[in-house]
């Protein structure tokens, strides 16, 4: 299994702040947000590369701290003091995609960023575990994992308790065993206040079909919409998040965050 974190956006909602940082390597308690994320993802049994994909503008600046991270002594215990520079080590690699895109105005979206790496990396013969880079979790990762690689494709939900709040996110409707009935991106008139979380598995048999989304001209922005067009034509299971989860889009949402995780 593999892992995509999806950090090539400019948010421009958070601006001056992300104005020449990428919102993913903001601090929150202490330390960038990918940290956590990554520091999350260590203890997933199997994976093997984690692709971050942004933009030309950050690039360097996720390499920068990808090298930094891999030299700390507790990612090269994981490794079992092998080579990270080369990647001969048998565990967790990290690799860096440029999706080329220079501003807002040229960005490929989210699933044109997850078709670019699955394509350029020729992932479709593996699993793919999908987070988005502003996404924080205090539920280990490793318990969504766990659940989702007996199904074809899952995603993260959480009861958000708020429908008047559900506008801003995919809302969802699920049956008893937990499977989508209706997934409705940012809906005026939100039908349950079960959101969906920009955290997704995806088998190797239902990865092919981002390109079969792409190619017939659907929009290639929000990952949601791979999904509100996805559990029409296969089963997608639901794994309900029951710690904190907190999505990073405003100013407000990120002092909340460095408060939370500041404790940790």
Known sequence: MNALILAAGYATRLYPLTLNKAKPLLKVGGKPI?????????????LRTVYIVTNDKFASDFQ???DAYQDRPAFADRQSGSDLRRGRHRGMQIKIINDG???DDDKLGAIGDINLVLTRENLTDDD????????LFQQPLTEFVNAAKYSQATVAVHDVGDLQAMKKYGTVTIDKNGVITNFEEKPDKPKSTLAAVALYYYTREVL????TYLAAGNNPDQPGLFLQWLYTRKPI????????WLD????????SAD?????L
Not at 34 to 45: R, T
Not at 128 to 135: K, P, Q, S, T
Not at 237 to 244: A, D, L, S, V
Not at 248 to 255: D, M, N, P, V
């Open 259 to 263: 408060k939370t995780f500041a404790k």
């Open 128 to 135: 793919l575990l999908v987070i988005a880079g502003d996404n």
């Open 34 to 46: 990918i940290e956590w994320l990554f520091d999350n993802l260590a203890s997933v049994p199997a």
């Open 64 to 66: 920068n701290w990808a």
């Open 208 to 211: 092919p079909l981002f390109t």
């Open 237 to 244: 299971n639901t794994f309900e998040i029951k710690g904190r």
């Open 101 to 103: 895109s220079k501003s």
């Open 248 to 255: 990073i889009g405003s100013k407000e949402t990120l002092e």
